[in-house]
Nanobody, 128 residues
Framework: QVQLVESGGGSVQAGGSLRLSCEASGGTYSTYRSYCMAWFRQPPGKSREFVSASDSSGRTRYGDSVKGRFTASRDNAENNLFLQMNTLKPEDTAVYFC???????????????????WGQGTQVTVSS
């Protein structure tokens, strides 16, 4: 049973920073670093949107709204994904989800429907 667990959400004022973590475990995959892992978010009343996706080589693509402010990374244990969020804006307020596509080393899609595994989400609230 593949499990993804996010942590690190909270409330912050505009201009502040937060760091999200996603711990992957379970299933038959000994290391999630070999596969595509991504962050999505769902603002209040809106659909889920792409934030970042990192492939097995460490290459990361970002959504336009977070480029230059957010940085995704993986740790040496290869089972954790992080999202460093700087210069936060009120429009970044959302539930943030970690997702995994374990079909490929490359990130083939940035659509939420293409990711089979999801965490439960962590709330990020940015006040003005």
């Amino acid at each position: 049973q593949v499990q993804l667990v996010e942590s690190g959400g909270g409330s912050v004022q505009a201009g502040g920073s937060l760091r999200l973590s996603c711990e992957a475990s379970g299933g038959t995959y000994s290391t999630y670093r070999s596969y595509c892992m991504a962050w999505f978010r769902q603002p209040p009343g809106k659909s889920r949107e792409f934030v970042s996706a990192s492939d097995s080589s460490g290459r990361t693509r970002y959504g336009d709204s977070v480029k230059g402010r957010f940085t995704a990374s993986r740790d040496n244990a290869e089972n954790n994904l992080f999202l460093q969020m700087n210069t936060l804006k009120p429009e970044d307020t959302a539930v943030y989800f970690c997702a995994a596509d374990l079909r490929s080393r490359m990130c083939r899609s940035y659509e939420p429907g293409e990711y089979a595994y999801w965490g439960q989400g962590t709330q990020v609230t940015v006040s003005s």
